[in-house]
């Protein structure tokens, strides 16, 4: 579905240094150490609460870890002498929910960032634009407005909109589950092909076939620490732990 490949450029490897990270008196990730190397995508697995989407949202500094550092490539995201608008352009993230404004269409949508953030003239970020929203599938759709499609198309604008940002790496939290099951292909598929391509992905998912098809790393998070990773055929298939048995055990493979 993707129609150019090469598209992002930009990749780098993301590097978590002993992050820890508390809410209250509650660890939710506790001492963190990980190296995922640039242009691979990494599926991050584990029971509600263990902390998958608290990982995420500090590569991006939607929050910030107590202690530890983590790198996407030379960048240290970690730092807060690092404005917090570089830390977002470099690192793109799609949610659950799309996020998109209801009031604009798809292709204003995927424009905003470019025109606000990366300071291109209208005409050029509405180019961009329309070239993301080709990748996505949905370049006939430029003009509609999200209510006006559907779960699927919106999260597939919603990625568009982070690839527009010419992301060094791009994290997607549970992007499926909040889609009507006959959608939720659509959008894998998508991901499926940005997988192949030069940019580094952690997508944190219950979707264990598309962890298993498609991912160059699976980690699985229990209790806040990374209880086992490594290929899809080795930790889904032959897991090692009693926690990642029980998991396992637990959801459809
Ligand atoms: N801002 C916050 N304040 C307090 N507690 C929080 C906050 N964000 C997350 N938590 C708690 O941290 C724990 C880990 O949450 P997190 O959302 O990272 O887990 P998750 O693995 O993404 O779970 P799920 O599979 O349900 O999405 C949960 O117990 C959650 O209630
Ligand atoms: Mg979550």
Known sequence: MIQEAGETSLTSDIRFEHVSKSFGRRRILDDINLLLPAGTTTCLIGPSGSGK??????VNRLETPD?????????????PHIPLSQVRSEIGIVFQNFNLFPHLSAADNVSLGPRVVRKLPQSEATEEALRQLERVGLGQFAASRPLQLSGGQQQRVAIARALAMKPRALLFDEPTSALDPELVHEVLEVMEDLSREEITLIVATHEMRFAQRVADNVVFLDGGQIVEQGPPQQVLTSPTSTRLKSFLSRVNL
């Not at 202690?67 to 730092?79: K, L, Q, W, Y």
């Open 67 to 79: 202690s530890g550092r983590i790198f996407v490539g030379a960048i240290e995201v970690t730092d």
């Open 53 to 58: 989407t608290t990982l995420l949202r500090c």
